[in-house]
């Protein structure tokens, strides 16, 4: 990612430092080991059913032999909420997908904790540990959304240029598919979710589908999604070159709550109909956001043009979110290729040495 920097550049200094970047090969390591979670919120169904499937489809394999495209990484499938999966259920005690910061991890824990808790803990161990050299190497999390997004992909960084590239991969693959790269700009540290468990990680989100319901187009779109980021994972690790480039990205600025009742505090509104499935349709100052119950019409006070995602989803009712918006930037990807034997085990040397420093300090 380009840097801000208080140095003054002409416009033709900033594209030759654009292109500089874009031309940049970046070597990272081999993505050996791929997990395909679904289920973590039990009524998000094309998730749970695709996991099915590919458990199925897993096991056939087993008893027939290795296929060829396995030996170039190994895919672990995880159901990742059982519990909340059979009862078809977003969560059983607490929302899973919010118990996956540092602090929870590595929290104490009781007798009486939550389910969701105990699991967490159950991922991380076969996942992660988040944070550590063990972890998975790429997590890919499937979920639903009642909003009409498209297919989204949702990660905490956006330097990442693995997420990036297998974006950019998909929607080349995919071109009549909308899709967007929203990033959530939270330290690593208290990223919450489940693909945070792995080295690289994001969520791909579908929608609009209703939770507790599977439709044919949402579930084809994610199957076709996980089959061609894990193509990707497995050309990368074979040794392709991937060229540089250009990618949007959607950076989230902050959540809006329904208006409320002063005293009941129950929501005095619902999403103004000129807003309605109009995700990632730029949000203007002055333009109708909500439509009060008693038929006036609140406008946006912001200040700038904004992009509203996640519009009137029915999962973050009970989050006090209305919506949240975000602000689009253009951003430049290097090239990249998987590193040589020799590379990763230099690479390794530095990082091995750097951790001896580290312990050396702590020590001190």
Known sequence: MIQCSTVQYSGQEVVERRQMEVDKVVCSSRLSRVAVCGGTHGNELSGVYLVRELLKKEKKGTEEGEEEGEKLVSVKIVLSNPWATQQC?????????????????????????????????????MLGPKGSPQAM????DLHNTTANMGL?????????????????????QMPDIPMRYIHFDIAKEESYSLDSVGKHGFAMEIGPQPHGVVRSNIYTA???GVQHMLDWVRSFNSGTIF??????????????????DSESHN?????????????????HPEDPMFQMFSGETVRYKGKEPLYPFFINECAYYEKSIALSLARKRHI???????????????????ELASEEEEEEEEEE
């Open 222 to 224: 994610m199957k076709f």
């Open 89 to 125: 259920r977003r969560y059983v005690n607490t929302d899973l997908n919010r118990c996956f910061t540092h602090a929870t991890l590595n929290g104490p824990m009781t007798d009486m904790a939550p389910y969701e808790l105990i699991r967490s803990r159950e991922l991380n161990a």
């Open 267 to 283: 929501i005095a509104a619902a999403i103004h109909p000129q807003l309605q499935d109009r995700d990632f349709c730029l949000l």
């Open 152 to 172: 989204c992909l949702i990660a905490y960084s956006d330097s990442d240029w693995i997420c990036l590239h297998i974006f950019r991969h998909l929607q080349r």
């Open 243 to 260: 060229d540089g480039g250009f990618v949007e990205v959607f950076t989230m600025v902050k959540h809006i709550d329904y208006p409320r």
């Open 332 to 350: 430049a990807i290097p090239a990249i290729r998987v590193m040589t034997d020799e590379e990763q085990q230099h690479a390794d040397q530095q």
């Open 137 to 140: 190497d790429l997590v890919c």
